[in-house]
């Protein structure tokens, strides 16, 4: 095996296009560093008027945005046993989505942590190994869906042990399918990351069809044929007819260090999955998402081998290396620290139109990426500068912290905006 040669590493190349923001919002404190843990944005269509437009604390609390006020609409923290949310990065409320049918069935779904307190996981650790925490998977039901205030029930649907507070339940999305003939219809998707599986020394629990560490996992929430009857198993997964009782065939596709967020690209037959996935040693990845597929960690990062026993042991990867899928883009640590996942623009700016947003959760830098090129990967990323308060600055600058926590959001109208930790503020990028 050969020493990689890093200088192989695509480099990010400025766009010469500055993204203008605007404040559009301070985030109630629930802190102090940071002062909000700020983490993602949702929004639901009504049948007339404005989108109800959600964003998420990891301290516990879904928010309901409107008329520049933050209304607590659904608070895990009071409504949970055993509810941490630190420490560790990767702790607390993880993310939410509303299904596509809402406004009809009130149903949301949401991932946390909680302490390891006696409740049976549906997926254990191996005797002897220490359980940081457990990472759960619930349905809510709102009884009045127009209102708020979250009010009704809720239901468990998967958990599952990590040794380590990091790479936990990191994104969930429903399909972007509309027909409801159509067998994606209603399918939930659910990144999680190794858990922290291979720094802990335990690179076993991941990177197989045996464990959900490491995967994106496909669900219908309405079934009853998964292991523990709470949830269904699409016949059409990868998977599904697998004749091994070990398999997970919840998976639709593994190889994961971090799946940070999870989103889909273009309509119908032409759909597909990007998963932004967060770098250990070299790299961040943006990968095109393939049923079945092995995107390789912890035996690859980028176009590198790793030694999942010794995992700051790089090489050259071979064409007998080549049975795992590639990233579509990437960016090196020279440039970044830790992807931030982001979304497809759709909305007034004709610059941005049909590329993908994204950032750096460390640096606070913007990029974008054209997801529907032809050319040969890696295809290129640029970087997009920052224009705020009628001058050319950087996100750390904004902030006034080397740690800027940057999370990319969008509207039900397709507008976008930054989120950072950092200071508790969402933004809109106005041009």
Not at 76 to 98: E, H, M, Q, V, Y
Not at 120 to 128: K, N, Q, R, S, V
Not at 325 to 350: D, R
Not at 420 to 429: E, L, P, Q, V, Y
């Amino acid at each position: 095996r050969t020493k990689p040669d890093l200088s192989t590493i695509p480099k990010v190349q400025h766009s010469n296009l500055s993204i203008v923001l605007e404040d559009f919002m301070k985030m109630p404190k629930t802190g102090e560093n940071p002062p909000s843990r700020l983490a993602s944005m949702r929004s639901v269509p009504l049948q007339n008027g404005e989108p109800l437009l959600f964003v998420h604390d990891q301290r516990g609390s879904i928010y309901q945005l409107q008329n520049e006020k933050a209304t607590v609409f659904l608070n895990l923290k009071d409504r949970t046993d055993n509810f941490i949310d630190g420490p560790g990065l990767a702790s607390g409320l993880g993310n939410f989505t509303f299904h596509p049918e809402y406004l009809k069935n009130g149903k949301i779904y949401t991932i946390h942590t909680e302490k390891p307190q006696g409740v049976t996981p549906d997926f254990p650790l191996g005797e002897g190994m220490e359980v940081a925490m457990q990472w759960i998977l619930t349905e809510w039901v709102n009884s009045n869906p127009t209102q708020p205030i979250f009010q009704r029930s809720r239901k468990e649907l998967l958990r599952i042990d990590v040794p380590t507070r990091l790479h936990g339940m990191q994104d969930i999305t429903f399909s972007n399918v509309t027909d409801k003939n159509n067998p994606d219809y209603g399918m939930l998707y659910l990144g999680i990351g190794d858990g922290g599986a291979t720094i802990a020394g335990y690179p076993e629990l991941c990177h197989s069809i045996h464990s959900p560490l490491g995967t994106i996992l496909r669900i219908d929430p309405k079934g009853n044929n998964s292991r523990n009857g709470k949830y269904g198993i699409p016949n059409d997964n990868p998977y599904a007819n697998s004749k091994d009782g070990d398999v997970w065939k919840e998976i639709y596709a593994y190889g994961f260090r971090n799946p940070h967020r999870i989103t889909w690209i273009g309509k119908g037959e032409n759909a597909r999955l990007i998963a932004a996935d967060v770098g250990e040693l070299t790299v961040e990845e943006i990968n095109m998402v393939k049923p079945g597929s092995d995107y390789g960690w912890n035996e690859r990062e980028g176009y590198f081998g790793i030694n999942p026993k010794k995992i700051k042991e790089l090489y050259t990867l071979t064409q007998s290396d080549m049975r795992y899928e590639l990233p579509y883009a990437l960016f090196g640590h020279e440039t970044g620290n830790a992807i931030s996942g982001g979304y497809v623009y759709e909305g007034p700016i004709k610059e941005l139109d049909n590329h993908y947003i994204f950032g750096d959760i460390v640096q606070g830098k913007v990029f974008f990426v054209n997801v529907f090129s032809t050319e040969p990967q890696p295809i290129p990323i640029k970087e997009l500068g920052v224009f705020y308060n009628g001058k050319h600055t950087s996100f750390k600058k904004i902030v006034g912290n080397s740690r800027t926590d940057l999370r990319i959001g969008k509207d039900g109208k397709g507008n976008f905006y930054t989120m950072n930790k950092a200071d508790g503020t969402i933004r809109k990028i106005t041009g």
